[in-house]
């Protein structure tokens, strides 16, 4: 089982920086691929950026692309989003998932779709002003 908790969002202006950090709990961090995803009000949740257990492989939506970075730092048990250039259009619910890959070496270099996660955080609100 793994806890997740998202921290780090807050308002900001249009052209604003923002870095949210998710801390997850447990022993086995470096087994888990990880996850942003965002929900606008009255939409559905949809997926900003992921990265492979490993650290190795990103893969980020169109609209993150150039302006948002996902880090993993299994040290600290730690995945972080940078978000640069901030858009209202930003303005979500962003959510930490995380996914359990296992001990399988390509397992671990690989990102995966939103049905593959199995655990979420509670979500921190960004609001970006124009």
């Known amino acids: 089982q793994v806890q997740l908790v998202e921290s780090g969002g807050g308002l900001v202006q249009a052209g604003g920086s923002l870095r949210l950090s998710c801390a997850a709990s447990g022993h086995t961090f470096g087994a888990y691929a990880m996850g942003w995803f965002r929900q606008a009000p009255g939409k559905e949740r949809e997926f900003v950026a992921t990265?492979?257990?490993?650290?190795?492989?990103?893969t980020y939506a169109d609209s993150a692309k150039g302006r948002f970075t996902i880090a993993k730092e299994n040290a600290k048990n730690t995945v972080y989003l940078q978000m640069n250039s901030l858009k209202p259009e930003d303005t979500a619910v962003y959510y930490c998932?995380?996914?359990?890959?296992?001990?399988?070496?390509?397992?671990?270099?690989?990102?995966?779709?939103?049905?593959?996660?199995?655990?979420w955080g509670q979500g921190t609100q960004v609001t970006v002003s124009s």
């Open positions: 998932a995380a996914h359990n890959t296992g001990s399988y070496f390509l397992a671990r270099s690989k990102t995966y779709g939103r049905s593959a996660y199995e655990y």
């Open positions: 990265i492979s257990a490993n650290g190795g492989t990103t």
